[in-house]
């Protein structure tokens, strides 16, 4: 994937197809067309016509002939402009994109678009930024790959010398954050059998080499030593040993507390001996999607060189059944000296957590932000629309908030009331892992508070990390959310 800028018009830039946005509105729109039309007199007879209105998301394929430089141009309608946002903006991008796409083209431009409402950067990055996320798709495994189509792999931003500097900055930013967010996603739609706790290491240390962060594996021995009795305990019904990987990025001042991201790793959920039913399960494959959320954020963060101190921990195991694993009953101890008994094996996303928010201690954190697909309970709440959000620290919450507006990988908080805590109580340990049906995402969130000894807060991704189907800019399956949300926090911390 790759970006540019052109410096010229619609007329100049060459690509496969070239995008002009359409305002609705009857000024604008006519002023629009006109302005086309006086470009690319071929558009005569479609203008005449009256089929393209500039409706949002609606899109025509037009044959400017040799009045353009490209073969193609793509109108593509923004909705009335006093309502444009960079969301609305992003969805028309992808929509154009993918027509783009069926039309063959592997190389789109766009035409920067006016819009008084946002500026010259806010428009160049959700252009580039959805244009090149809605052509994501896994098809590594494909080996027939004829019936597949074409996609979009190289995006052209068409604008004048005003506005280049501003666009070529917001296109780095853009290029970055979609790579980040594409290696996410790779990681979760990657099947068990490619990705397991070791190899999702050695993706991490790849990613690591790649732009610029330090990348620290422990093997079993090491998290013996450490005491992780949570992350070994779920470890005990697999053939494959755990790991817990340790990233840091160090682009702040030295004495600069890091902002600390803890990633559930669960490289295939079965449930355990508490299994899960087989239809779905599959799915599981992507339980390591807050791991994948966290390698992305700090892949991107470390392009960009932000002027931040930044840790990621990620404790990686499958959970499966065996008769070496942990079965209810069972009594296991933290790295901080805690004990939980297991009510159910297949609440195993806290007890894998609760070591490593032990571990980020040790970083004396600003705060701790962690991402797991952690509960059903919050897939049945929020859909896979907004993620659940918990915790102590609210003015990272406020933070968060902020850049969930501007990314619109929506959060919403959950209360943490002490009232719950009874649903984790045990008669023989000092919590138990699984609290019900009842509240299931907020006696989760509960469970790790007990692990917890700085400000810090909780991201339940597990509806809006797996998607069941696909959305403007986002493929079915893994979507890589939290990249773009903790990346737009990060940047304006
Ligand atoms: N990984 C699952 C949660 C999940 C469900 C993620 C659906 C993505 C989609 C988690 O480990 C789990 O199994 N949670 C249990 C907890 C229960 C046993 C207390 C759940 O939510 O059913
Ligand atoms: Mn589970
Ligand atoms: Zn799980």
């Known amino acids: 994937m790759t970006a540019t800028i052109h410096i010229g018009t619609m007329a100049t830039a060459k690509a496969d197809a070239i995008v002009v946005f359409v305002p609705q509105e009857e000024k604008a729109f006519k002023a629009t067309m006109k302005d086309i039309e006086s470009s690319v007199p071929h558009v005569g007879p479609l203008v005449a016509s009256g089929d393209f209105k500039g409706k949002k998301n609606s899109t025509v394929v037009a044959y400017g002939g040799s009045s353009m430089a490209s073969p193609r141009l793509i109108l593509a309608g923004l909705g009335n402009s006093a309502e444009v946002t960079v969301e609305s903006l992003r969805r028309s991008a992808a929509a154009a994109a993918k027509r783009a ?30 244009a090149l996320l809605s052509q994501y798709r896994f098809d590594k495994y494909r080996t027939v790959r004829e019936s597949l189509g074409t996609l979009v792999s190289k995006v052209i931003l068409v604008t004048d010398k005003a506005s280049q500097k501003d666009a070529k900055a917001a296109l780095d930013t853009a290029l970055a954050i979609v790579e980040g967010t594409t290696l996410a996603r790779d990681l979760a739609n990657a099947p068990n059998n490619e990705i397991y706790p070791e190899s999702l290491a050695k993706r991490a240390l790849d990613a690591g080499k790649k732009s610029g962060f330090k990348v620290t594996v422990l093997d079993k021995r090491r998290i013996e030593a450490l005491k992780m009795g949570g992350l070994l305990g779920v470890n005990k019904g697999s053939a494959r040993p755990p790991v817990f990987i340790e990233m840091s990025y160090m682009g702040g001042k030295k004495t600069d507390k890091p902002v600390v991201l803890v990633g559930k790793g669960v490289t295939f959920d079965t449930g355990g001996i ?10 599981m494959k992507g339980d390591m999607h807050g791991a994948a959320s966290v390698i992305g954020t700090m892949y991107t963060v470390a392009k960009l060189k932000l002027p931040i101190n930044l840790v990621a921990l990620v404790p990686a195991t499958d959970n499966m059944p065996s008769g070496t694993a942990i079965v209810p009953g069972d009594i296991l101890t933290f790295m901080n000296g805690k004990t939980a008994e297991i009510d159910n094996t297949d609440a195993e996303g806290r007890l894998i957590l609760a070591d490593a928010l032990c571990y980020a201690d040790r970083f004396k954190p600003k705060t701790v932000i962690d991402l797991a697909t952690l509960t059903g309970a919050i897939v049945i709440a929020l859909g896979s629309v907004t993620t659940g959000m918990m915790g102590t620290d ?34 023989y340990a000092d919590i138990k892992n699984s609290g019900g049906r009842m509240a299931g995402s907020i006696t989760a969130g509960l469970f790790l508070k007990h692990f917890v000894t700085y400000p810090w807060v909780h991201l339940d991704i597990a509806g809006t990390a797996l998607l069941p189907k696909p959305t403007a800019y986002h493929p079915k399956g893994g979507s890589g959310v939290g990249v773009r949300l903790l990346v737009d926090m990060l940047r304006n911390w």
């Open 394 to 427: 609210n003015e990272t919450m406020s933070k968060l908030r902020a850049a969930s507006e501007r990314t619109s990988e929506y959060v919403c908080e959950l209360p943490l009331h002490e009232e719950y805590e009874e649903q984790i109580s045990s008669d």
């Open 101 to 130: 796409a069926s039309v063959e083209a592997t190389t789109c431009a766009f035409v920067l678009p006016s819009v008084e409402s946002l500026s010259v950067g806010d428009r160049a990055q959700a252009i580039v930024e959805a």
């Open 274 to 283: 508490s299994i899960k039913p087989s239809a779905g399960m599959s799915d």
